[in-house]
C-alpha cells in the first residue's frame, strides 16, 4: 500500500483514538484498500470506526472537525469514513444506522452528517449495508479486533435487495447525451461486474477483479475488457453502453 496512505491511516486511527478514548472499538480500512486495489490519485481511503455506544452530538461533530481534510490532510482523492456502533456493525441489517458520515478530500465534496434521518433519500440508502458485507469478508484492521467479528454480513434476501436497490439507483442517474466516450462509465460497469460475483460466487472483489471474473463468466468481455483498461488510463465507454450493461446484470438478478 502507498506509504502516504498508511502515515495518514495511522494518523486518522490516533486522532479517532483521542476523540473517542475507551470508546473506540475499532479502525478498519474498506473499499480499495481492503480490497488491495489502491491506486494514487484515482482511489478514495474508505474507513469504518466502530465504537461501543451511540456518540453525544458534540463527539460526533469533534470528529468530524478533527478529521476533515483541513485538519488532517488525505493523500488520496479524499476520506470516506462512517462511524457505527458496534451494535448497528454487528446487526446484519441493511439499515445506514451510522453515527457520522464524512466525505472530504481535495478532489470531492464535503458530506459531514450526523444522524442518517439528515441524509436524503435521493442519495441512497443502500451503501451502508453493502459497505459492512464488504467488511465482514475483507475488513483490513487498523486497530481492534478482526472486522469478521465486528461485522455481520446481510443475509441472502438483504444483499439481493440491496444490489438491486444500488443498480436501479445508478441507472436513474441523468446519462450524458451522444456517443463520445463517458469518463466514470467504466466504474459504472465494474460495479455491476462487483454485484453479479457476489450473488453468484459469494466473493466481494476490487472493480478491477471483479471485471476479470465476468469477463472469465463470458459476460460482454469486449465491454468490460475496455472498462478494465480505462482503469489504467483508456478511453472509457459510452454511457449508453454501461447503461445497456448495467440493466442486463439487473434483469439477471431480478431473474434468479
Request: proline residues 9%.
Amino acid at each position: 500500500m502507498d506509504t502516504a496512505v498508511c502515515r495518514y491511516l495511522a494518523d486518522l486511527v490516533g486522532t479517532a483514538r483521542d476523540v473517542l478514548g475507551p470508546d473506540l472499538v475499532g479502525a478498519y480500512a474498506a473499499g480499495s484498500v481492503a480490497l488491495d486495489a489502491y491506486q494514487p490519485g484515482r482511489s478514495d481511503v474508505d474507513v469504518a470506526l466502530v465504537c461501543r455506544d451511540a456518540l453525544p452530538r458534540r463527539t460526533r461533530q469533534e470528529l468530524v472537525t478533527r478529521l476533515r481534510r483541513e485538519a488532517l490532510p488525505c493523500p488520496a482523492r479524499g476520506l470516506e469514513l462512517v462511524v457505527y456502533t458496534r451494535r448497528v456493525a454487528a446487526s446484519g441489517t441493511g439499515e445506514p444506522g451510522f453515527e457520522v458520515e464524512l466525505n472530504t478530500g481535495a478532489a470531492m465534496p464535503l458530506r459531514a452528517t450526523l444522524d442518517p434521518a439528515e441524509r436524503p433519500a435521493a442519495d441512497g440508502r443502500f451503501w451502508y449495508g453493502l459497505d459492512r458485507s464488504i467488511l465482514h469478508q475483507r475488513g483490513r484492521p487498523l486497530t481492534g479486533p478482526p472486522a469478521g467479528q465486528v461485522f455481520a454480513d446481510l443475509s441472502p434476501d438483504d444483499l439481493r435487495t440491496l444490489t438491486v436497490a444500488a443498480l436501479r439507483w445508478w441507472l436513474a442517474r441523468p446519462a450524458p447525451p451522444g456517443d463520445a466516450p463517458a469518463p466514470g462509465a467504466e466504474d459504472a460497469v465494474l460495479n455491476a461486474c462487483r454485484a453479479l460475483v457476489r450473488l453468484r460466487d459469494g466473493d466481494w472483489l476490487s472493480k478491477v477483479a471483479a471485471g476479470h471474473r465476468a469477463i472469465a463468466l463470458g459476460r460482454d468481455p469486449e465491454l468490460v475488457r475496455r472498462c478494465v483498461d480505462a482503469r489504467a488510463g483508456g478511453p472509457p465507454p459510452t454511457a449508453a453502453a454501461a447503461r445497456a450493461f448495467q440493466q442486463r446484470v439487473l434483469d439477471e438478478i431480478t431473474a434468479g
